[in-house]
């Protein structure tokens, strides 16, 4: 076995492509710098200085949804589908679920159709069907990260062949960072299948073609179209779940979305495009609308009740409680962001209904309005699609070896066991600094909540064992007599389209940054680095030594051999029943940091 400075010497010498400090999105950004500080001096403050920095989207939201290469993937979509083939949209991590995020609405949007009957149910029959999504470990990391699964070319290559990619269907492949093995791997097997591809990214193509050769053999094969989304550096240094993931699901949703529309008028007259919430627009409405979203959550309202929320869920956990929020036609866009704390932050992760030893999950989320297997049923929009594999089909994929003795249990069975339906699980409310908070969305807040909604009934019954409960509304209007302690409404005005892309960018919005935010008042940052890093794959690693090479005023050889003595000291350690501490924090106390 290799020794810690073994591990780091190969580390140093021969995964030299991992090495991400020139990117972009892994640098700190100069409009933050002193985040953390800001935040506990002043909530509204540190909001504000989060929020400015989704303006740098737009002039690339401008200039990529006007572009001839948008057009061409819009022109991909509709042609797939008119065909009878599958368009596919693969990521990792943060672009996984915004697959499946991709993925639920598309599905969603034609079943709602399909409850019209007559010719739209015809229609919904037809295309319901196209769209699939493919993230590195299944449907099992969008809820809990599966360690390693991005370093693997062949992992995506087999997934998305699992899922019989063929020609003349569509990979779109989206990385944040743009260097992602698992999703460059999917963009190559699209080719060999005869697909047509799509690779889109957050980093300058020129910075990736010369620091990272596998994304720069991508960048530079012809026969795949490049969109670059490329904004400058994340809120907080390497959090491309935030910025990058918000203009990813931005560009390639108005694409979904004036697909999707023109799909329809080529059956439907215009008059039955405006009943079913599928106006006719330009690409240039999505960066208009973009731009008017970010201004309206800038405002005084909107901001101190993002402030608010911050404090309420910052007392909760100072106090060792836990919270549990409740929704339903936007679980799965809570979901996401609730799952991502866990690698971001070095929280727990949720946790499964057989699992009594592991610490809960800070956050974790429940449809009140179905029992587990239908609360997945409807978050997906589709049966659960797990990873059965093998040691022998980790062996066949080159993998490790500690893959072929002991391969993660990502299956179905698995999945469901993480209850989020509308089961009571005393675990969520057993302290009285517990809440509940239900988040409301646009028109769902005047749907949900009025009198006599099996939604408000469930989710009130849901409430009352917690010691606190709260409403967070996000759109036009408060909800109306809450019977909650606390209400936090968001105004911004949301409108209505295919995909509703608007209130899921708001949502997006709102809760990336009241996570952020309330990590930084807790000490989770520093200035504006995630001081609190996990290294579960070899980006991370680099991340961290960075990291700590940054704080501690050592160089990077010095700060990959310590941080590699601390992991190696660590899994000597590991207790399950208590809260993993963090690699780079821990290394930090035991070098001296500045």
Request: net charge negative; proline share 6%; hydrophobic share 40%.
């Amino acid at each position: 076995m290799q020794t810690a400075h073994e591990k780091a010497k190969h580390f140093m010498e021969h995964e030299t492509q991992f090495h991400l400090g020139a990117l972009p999105t892994e640098q700190a950004h100069p409009r933050t710098r002193g985040l953390a500080e800001t935040l506990q001096d002043d909530t509204a403050a540190g909001v504000r200085m989060i929020l400015d920095v989704d303006n740098d989207i737009l002039p690339v939201a401008q200039r990529v949804l006007c572009g001839p290469d948008l057009a061409k993937l819009v022109d991909a979509i509709v042609r797939a589908a008119e065909s009878g083939r599958k368009i596919f949209f693969t990521g990792c991590g943060a672009t996984g679920r915004l697959s499946i995020l991709l993925e639920a609405c598309w599905r969603r949007f034609w079943r709602g159709m399909s409850e019209h009957g007559g010719d739209l149910a015809l229609l919904a029959d037809r295309f319901g069907d196209r769209v699939f999504s493919v993230m590195a470990g299944g449907d099992h990391a969008l809820i809990r990260s599966v360690e390693g699964y991005e370093d693997f070319t062949d992992f995506g290559k087999h997934q998305l062949t699992e899922q019989g990619v063929g020609e003349g269907d569509v990979v779109v492949a989206i990385t944040e960072g743009g260097e992602t093995s698992f999703v460059i791997g999917t963009a190559w097997r699209g080719l060999e299948a005869g697909a047509e591809v799509f690779f889109v990214y957050n980093n300058p193509s020129d910075v990736l073609c010369r620091c990272v050769e596998r994304s720069r053999e991508v960048i530079e094969e012809p026969r795949i179209t490049t969109l670059d989304l490329a904004s400058g550096p994340m809120a907080v240094a390497g959090s491309t779940r935030m910025q990058a993931t918000t203009s990813e699901l931005l560009v390639v949703g108005a694409a979904v979305e004036t697909a999707l529309t023109t799909l329809l008028r080529s059956h439907l007259s215009d008059a039955d495009l405006e009943l079913l919430g599928a106006p006719i627009a330009p690409p240039s409405h999505y960066h208009e609308g973009f731009a008017r979203l970010i201004e309206q959550l800038r405002q005084p309202g909107a901001v101190e009740a993002i402030a608010g929320m911050i404090e309420f869920e910052e007392e909760i956990y100072e106090a060792g409680g836990l919270v549990t929020y409740l929704a339903h036609d936007y679980l799965l866009d809570i979901l996401t962001d609730t799952t991502e704390r866990n690698p971001t932050f070095m929280l727990p992760p949720f946790r499964k209904v057989d699992d009594t030893l592991s610490p809960p999950s800070w956050a974790f989320v429940k449809n009140p309005l179905y029992e587990t297997p239908d609360a997945w049923l409807q978050l997906l929009q589709r049966p659960l699609r797990g990873l059965s594999w093998t040691p022998e089909t980790y062996r066949r994929m080159g993998a490790p070896e500690e893959y072929h003795h002991n391969p993660p249990p990502l299956s179905n069975d698995e999945i469901l066991k993480f209850s989020i339906g509308n089961e009571d699980d005393p675990s969520r409310h057993e302290s009285p600094q517990t809440a509940a908070i239900a988040v409301l969305v646009g028109a769902e807040t005047a749907e949900l909540m009025r009198e006599g909604h099996t939604f408000r009934d469930r989710a009130s019954l849901l409430m009352e064992p917690f010691g606190r409960s709260a409403v967070l509304s996000v759109g036009a209007k408060p909800p109306p007599d809450a019977g909650t302690d606390v209400v936090y409404h968001v105004p911004c005005e949301l409108p209505e389209s295919p995909l509703m892309l608007w209130p899921r960018l708001a949502i997006k919005l709102v809760l990336n940054t009241v996570s952020t935010a309330t990590m930084g008042r807790m000490g989770r940052l520093v200035s504006n680095w995630m001081a609190h890093v996990e290294t579960t794959n070899k980006k991370l690693i680099d991340r961290g030594t960075r990291l700590i090479s940054e704080l501690a005023g050592v160089d990077y050889r010095t700060a990959c051999i310590a941080l590699h003595e601390t992991l190696e000291t660590l899994a000597q350690s590991n207790d399950p029943s208590q809260e993993r501490p963090s690699p780079v924090q821990a290394t930090l106390r035991r070098i001296g940091a500045r």
